[in-house]
Each structure stands twice: as structure tokens, then as C-alpha cells.
């Protein structure tokens, strides 16, 4: 159903159960945690062995409560997961190369479609407006807010309209020049004759004085955005709205830090938003001449993914992603996770909505969300009766504000068209962004330990040759930059069994191996076509005494264990 309809929590938690139980050798369902009004946040751990530790891929979805398409996609890219380590080779219903479907195999995965159980459950069975969680734990609460309170008692908080000579909105006219029906609010302009109108959110003014209306404000009734509640240049609510008393101060974050530190294996790490059509990548808070250009390079390669199979715009966070010039957003997952986890992380703003009502790429990105003219209103009323059903634009309906007076309730509901793709074209959604993820997914560090030779060298002893690569993309430390993290450790080697007597150490350094990737444009070329020489391997030479099994295990915390095992004597 995740493909056609955005699901609740009930029906989200009985599609990964499902899972769990048709697949008990490749699915593990765990809770990463309990949100603030308890429900459990599911954590999907995907993979051939899934208690084996080994390069692992993090996915997660709906952190912000109204962006439910998150949820679906990650659902969906667990699915082809499941699909593809059960034996199949298709990603998205496209093809995947065999060496990539195999990569896939050999690594962990664990998705989170739902970081923020409580507020989807707000918005889709209430339709309230709830950035993350619907808890307002603020102390100072003395001042006039807006609260969501259903008015008309028809089970859902939604929108408010009320006319005055001093709104700041009105109906959009058609070619006609008459008003649309169902009508469209937009922004007046000077030369405008009325009625004009006011929009509020349907709910009460707590500490309504009888005259001053406060302003509506989207956090004005629940505190936290999540996407400003990561360790990385965390701060406070005075400079970062949505920042939260301190950085994983909620329990859905706290849940996510707690995990991530706990596991340095995450290479790669997606983080599904919506709406807009673009992929978002570090740096947020520099220019690209400040940024690894090796790690810019691998994001390269990952936006010509994005570009084939899903026609998504990729920016950089800090060049077209600020709401106001020079003040980078705080405290943002994928800021955190690239710059502290390590991992190659970006965000995706899933659903095209400005692409698909024909609006020509602006620079920057950002500016598509406040510069929108009247054909724009007009192509998106289109797209709600041809495509999304008239589910976002319908007809108000009078009813009595006990504060306010007569108000129009209902009238807009962005849920489905706006935040979310239509129904009709989530399928869609789904799909494309997974054939464009799973091969992001399959450049992770792939580790190999081989015995190359064996042979006895007189007084019961054997030498043993021991081979360890990487056959990934990625290096051992993942990205160059994570390299200087204390969690990129260097791999070692130890054995175990029968005696060692040489090397003399009972643990070999064996140090980081390189992958063979290095990004797009960032490798050999016509003018230079020579490659590097072998940084990917190294031989350790072992003189093991006596007779019985000699294991040998070679690894480290950012890559998982390999172990081989070898009769001497």
C-alpha cells in the first residue's frame, strides 16, 4: 500500500512485521527508540546475516512530520533491498549491474521510515500542521499563541479564513477574470480590488487579550524541528528556530545520535524530505572551495544518478539552500552525519512539484519556495483537478470563532498535491529514487581476506600468506574526509588457534586501504591515463608452529570483521 497511500502508524509497523516474518534470515525489526508519546520508532536492519557487523547504509524518512512521502520511499527501497538480497538484480523495476547488486549483498542496511511517529499521526488523521512532534514543553507560555483546536467539529484542523480590509490575500481569477472554484488563495497585490482576507490556522489564541491577533508562526504550538536538533553547529532557539532546549533533546533525535555513535559502520547515510525536486549536499555552512574536493567529487558521481533516473536538481546546502543569506541552518542531521559520522550524507526533497507546474530552474534553489507567480497558483489549481483529485483546493464553509467571530474553515489542504505527491504519482516517486539510491548504496568499502599461500618450512612450522583488499568504491575510512575522525580506525590483524611465532607482535597494523573510486572527472584521464599503483591491498606474511587451525581476523570498527581460517601442521 505504501506505493499508493501515505500509511499511519498501525498500517507503517505492520508492513516492516510482515517483512520480518516472510524473511526471517534477511530482516530484523527493532525499535531505535520511544517518541515522546511512546510509540515505538521502528528500525529495519536489512542484510545476509544482519547481525554481522560490515559497511552499513542508514535511511530515513518522515523526520518531519507532514513530509509522509519520506516514509513511503523508504519503504520502498527497503523492499527492492529484500528483492535484491534475496537473489534479484532490479532496483527501482531497472536493472542493476550484477557487481552492484552483489555489493548490495554484502552490506548492512538500516532504515528508519518514520522518525517522527507522533506528528505523522497528527497530520494524518487530523490534518494538523506539525513540524516534528506535537509536544510544546516550552516553560514560557504566558504570551498569545495560536493552538490547533478543530472549530467546525468535523474532526480535522486545518485553515481559517477571515475577511478584512487589511488581508493580505485573495482569490486568484481565472482567464476569465473571475474567481476560481474551488477557490485559490494568493497574495494581493496592489492593484487588487477585494474581498480581502486573512489566514489562520484553525485552532484558538491562547491568552487572547480580545484585540491583538499574535502572528501565526509554523513552531508557535510545538516546539521542535528535528532537522535543527543535531549535535553539528547546534543552536540556541534565539538564533535557530526549531533548535530545541539542547542538541538530541528530544527522544526521537536522542534515539538516532545514540545509535549512529554506537555504530561507526555507517558509510552512507539518506535523509528524505519533501517537497522540491532537488538533492541537498554538504557543505551547508562553506562554499565548495572550502569542501574536500575529493568528497565533492564522489557527490558528483552521485548527482549523475540522481540527474538519470529522477531529473533532480543538486545543490550545495551553503550555495543554494540558505533561507537568508550567510546564516547556514544549525543542527541539521546530514551536516551532522557528514561531518562527525563520517558518512556520505545528503538529503533529498522528494516530489518535483515546481517542475511539474513548468516553473524553469531558479538559482538559487531556494527562491522556488518564496518567488511564485500567479500562473504558477493557477498551474497548481490545474494540477489538483487533472492529477491529485481536487484533494488540495476545496470550498470553505462558514462557521463562529469563539475569539474571532464568523471565519471560513477547511478551503486548502496541502497534504496531498503540496507537501506529498498525489497519490497517482507516488508509485513513481518511489520507484525512481530508488533505482537512483541503491547505487549510491553499492560504493561502500568491501573487505576481503584470502590465504594466497601455504607451505611448511621445516621444524613444524608453516608460513602463510594472507591477502587483505578492498574491493569497494569507498576506501576503509569511507569518504577522505572522515579519515581524520577517531572512528576511522586503521584495520588490524590478529589470530588466534595455534601458536604465532612470527611476526613477533600479536597484532598487525595492516593500516587504511584505498577504494577505487575517487569521483567523477577526479580520476585518470586521455591526458594523463595512468592509474595508481596497488593502495587497495596489502600481504602479511604469518609463521604459525605446530599443528590445529590458525585464525586469522582482520577489520576494524568502520568496516566490520573478516575471519579466515587455515589447517597448518
Known amino acids: 500500500m505504501f506505493r499508493s497511500k501515505y500509511l499511519d502508524y498501525a498500517e507503517l509497523m505492520a508492513q516492516v512485521q510482515a517483512w520480518a516474518k516472510q524473511h526471517p534470515a534477511l530482516v530484523r525489526v527493532s525499535s531505535l527508540g520511544k517518541s515522546a ?47 535484491v538480497l534475496s537473489g534479484g538484480n532490479e532496483a527501482g523495476g531497472k536493472p542493476l549491474p550484477p557487481h552492484m547488486a552483489e555489493a548490495i549483498r554484502e552490506s548492512l542496511f538500516y532504515v528508519v521510515p518514520r522518525i517522527s511517529p507522533d506528528g505523522a499521526e497528527e497530520v494524518l488523521k487530523k490534518g494538523r500542521y506539525v513540524r516534528s512532534s506535537p509536544v510544546n514543553d516550552r516553560t514560557n507560555k504566558d504570551h498569545a499563541w495560536w493552538e490547533a483546536g478543530d472549530i467546525d467539529g468535523d474532526g480535522e484542523m486545518m485553515y481559517m479564513r477571515q475577511q478584512s480590509p487589511d488581508g493580505e490575500l485573495v482569490e486568484l481569477r481565472g482567464e476569465d477574470g473571475k474567481p476560481l472554484d474551488p477557490p485559490v488563495m494568493v497574495p ?59 542538541p538530541g533533546s528530544t527522544p526521537e533525535t536522542r534515539a538516532v545520535i545514540e545509535f549512529a555513535t554506537r555504530n561507526p559502520h555507517i558509510v552512507t547515510w539518506l535523509n528524505l524530505h519533501t517537497f522540491g525536486g532537488v538533492l541537498i549536499r554538504p557543505l551547508g555552512d562553506k562554499p565548495d572551495s572550502k569542501m574536500d574536493q575529493t568528497d565533492l567529487a564522489i557527490f558528483k558521481q552521485v ?20 533561507y537568508e543569506p550567510d546564516k ?61 483529485g481536487g484533494r488540495m483546493f476545496k470550498r470553505w464553509r462558514k462557521a463562529k ?64 600468506e594472507i591477502r587483505v583488499a578492498n574491493g569497494g568504491y569507498l576506501s576503509t575510512y569511507g569518504l577522505p574526509s572522515a579519515r581524520k575522525l577517531p572512528i576511522s ?53 604469518l609463521v604459525a608452529e605446530g599443528k590445529g587451525k590458525l585464525a586469522v581476523k582482520v577489520g576494524s570498527s568502520r568496516v566490520g570483521y573478516r575471519t579466515v581460517e587455515v589447517e597448518v601442521g
Request: proline content about 7%.
Open 37 to 83: 508519546e511512546g510509540r515505538d520508532i521502528p528500525l529495519v536492519t536489512l542484510g545476509r546475516d544482519p547481525d554481522r557487523l560490515r559497511p552499513a547504509v542508514w535511511i530515513d524518512g518522515n523526520m518531519h512530520a507532514s513530509e509522509l512521502c519520506g516514509s513511503s520511499v523508504a519503504l520502498a527501497m527497503a523492499e527492492d533491498v529484500i528483492a
Open 188 to 246: 494581493r497585490l496592489p492593484e487588487d480590488a477585494g474581498p480581502y482576507y486573512k489566514l489562520y490556522p484553525e485552532g484558538r489564541i491562547v491568552n487572547f487579550d480580545g484585540r491583538r491577533i499574535p502572528d501565526p508562526f509554523f513552531l508557535g504550538d510545538n516546539l521542535n524541528d528535528f532537522n535543527r536538533n543535531f549535535p553539528y553547529m547546534w543552536a540556541p532557539e534565539s538564533e535557530q528556530a526549531g533548535a530545541g532546549h539542547y
Open 303 to 322: 548527482e549523475t544518478w540522481l540527474t538519470e533516473h529522477t531529473g533532480y536538481a543538486t545543490v550545495s546546502g551553503f550555495h543554494e539552500f540558505l
Open 328 to 388: 547556514p541552518l544549525r543542527g541539521d542531521i546530514t551536516e551532522w552525519a557528514y561531518h562527525q559520522r563520517g558518512a556520505l550524507a545528503y538529503v533529498i526533497e522528494l516530489w518535483d512539484l515546481f517542475k511539474q507546474l513548468g516553473i524553469e530552474r531558479k538559482k538559487p534553489f531556494v527562491d522556488h519556495y518564496a518567488q511564485l507567480d500567479r500562473k504558477d497558483f493557477l498551474a497548481m489549481a490545474k494540477l489538483d483537478r487533472e492529477v491529485n
Open 401 to 464: 470563532h469563539p475569539q474571532l467571530g464568523d471565519v471560513e474553515v477547511g478551503g486548502f489542504d496541502p497534504r496531498v498535491g503540496i507537501w506529498n505527491p498525489p497519490f497517482e504519482k507516488l508509485g513513481e516517486t518511489c520507484a525512481t529514487q530508488s533505482a537512483a539510491f541503491l547505487r549510491v548504496a553499492a560504493l561502500v568499502p568491501r573487505l576481503a581476506v584470502e590465504v594466497v599461500a601455504r607451505e611448511k618450512v621445516g621444524g613444524g612450522h608453516t608460513r602463510v
Open 489 to 541: 580506525e586503521p584495520l588490524r590483524l590478529t589470530t588466534s588457534g595455534v601458536k604465532l611465532v612470527a611476526p613477533a607482535e600479536s597484532v598487525v597494523e595492516i593500516g587504511h586501504l584505498e577504494g577505487w573510486g575517487s569521483g567523477l572527472y577526479n580520476g585518470p584521464n586521455v591526458f594523463m591515463p595512468w592509474t595508481r599503483g596497488n593502495p587497495h591491498e596489502r600481504f602479511v606474511t
